[in-house]
C-alpha cells in the first residue's frame, strides 16, 4: 500500500495569510490526525478527524482549523499566520483512530515571514 | 498524566557499537510505549511499540526496547550501530484521550 502523502513538502508564506495543507492517508485508514513540531516545542497533537467528523482536539488557537473528506483525504487550515506558525506539519493516519497506530507522513514544511 | 523523559538531547556513538537511547515514562495507568524514528526532512517512522504483551519488544532495523516497570523505563538498544542509523528517535506513550504524547527526542551520530 501507498503511504500517507502530504502537500505540498514545503511552502512559504508572510504574516497574516492564510495557508492549507493536505493529507492523503493510507488506503483503508479512516483516521487523520495533524501535528504540529517545532524545535521549541517538539511534537504537539492539534487534532483528530475520523468519518468527517472531528474526534479529538489539541491546545491550538482556533486559527487551525481542519476538516476531512469522504474519502477521508483530509485538509488543515491556518489563517492569519503568524511567525511562530512557522514548523514542520505531519499528518498521520490510522485504521481506526488514536488507539491504534498511526503512520505519518513525511510532512509539510511551512515558514512563514 | 501521562508523559515521557529522553535522557540526553544528542548521543554519539561510533559505527558497530552499542546504541542506548534512554527514555522514562509517567502513567498512571498501564502504558502503551513507542519509539519512532525521524530522518532528515522527512516524517516518523515507528520503530516498535509496547503493548503489555512482552515486556522485550523487537523493532525493525535490528532495534529492540525493554519494558522495565520497577524503574519506569522504555530505553531503546541496538547491539552495533550503523550509519545509517543517524536520525532523531522519538519515544512517546498514548495518553488518556489516546492522543501520543510524544519526548523531546534524540538525536544519533554516528562516526565511522
Known amino acids: 500500500k501507498a503511504g500517507v502523502t502530504q502537500t505540498p513538502r514545503y511552502l512559504i508564506k508572510t504574516r497574516g495569510q492564510q495557508v492549507t495543507l493536505s493529507c492523503s492517508p493510507i488506503?483503508?485508514?479512516?483516521?487523520v490526525s495533524w501535528y504540529q513540531q517545532t524545535p521549541g516545542q517538539g511534537l504537539q497533537f492539534l487534532f483528530e478527524?475520523?468519518?468527517?467528523?472531528?474526534?479529538n482536539k489539541g491546545n491550538f488557537p482556533g486559527r487551525f482549523s481542519g476538516r476531512q473528506f469522504s474519502n477521508s483525504r483530509s485538509e488543515m487550515n491556518v489563517s492569519t499566520l503568524e511567525l511562530g506558525d512557522s514548523a514542520l506539519y505531519l499528518c498521520?493516519?490510522?485504521?481506526?483512530?488514536?488507539?491504534?497506530?498511526?503512520?505519518f507522513g513525511p510532512g509539510t514544511r511551512l515558514t512563514v515571514l | 498524566a501521562q508523559s515521557v523523559t529522553q535522557l540526553g538531547s544528542h548521543v554519539s556513538v561510533s559505527e558497530g557499537a552499542l546504541v542506548l537511547l534512554r527514555c522514562n515514562y509517567s502513567?498512571?495507568?498501564?502504558?502503551?510505549l513507542f519509539w519512532y524514528v525521524q530522518y532528515p526532512n522527512q516524517g516518523l517512522q515507528l520503530l516498535l511499540k509496547?503493548?503489555?504483551?512482552?515486556?522485550l519488544v523487537k523493532g525493525i532495523n535490528g532495534f529492540e526496547a525493554e519494558f522495565k516497570k520497577s524503574e519506569t523505563s522504555f530505553h531503546l538498544t541496538k547491539p552495533s550501530a550503523h550509519m545509517s542509523d543517524a536520525a532523531e528517535y522519538f519515544c512517546?506513550?498514548?495518553?488518556?484521550?489516546?492522543?501520543?504524547?510524544f519526548g523531546t527526542g534524540t538525536r544519533l551520530q554516528v562516526f565511522p
Open positions: 502513567s498512571s495507568v498501564p502504558p502503551y
Open positions: 512517546a506513550v498514548r495518553g488518556h484521550t489516546d492522543k501520543l504524547i
Open positions: 488506503s483503508g485508514h479512516r483516521s
Open positions: 509496547y503493548t503489555s504483551a512482552a515486556t
Open positions: 498521520a493516519s490510522s485504521e481506526t483512530g488514536l488507539a491504534d497506530t498511526q503512520y
Open positions: 478527524y475520523f468519518s468527517e467528523t472531528q474526534r
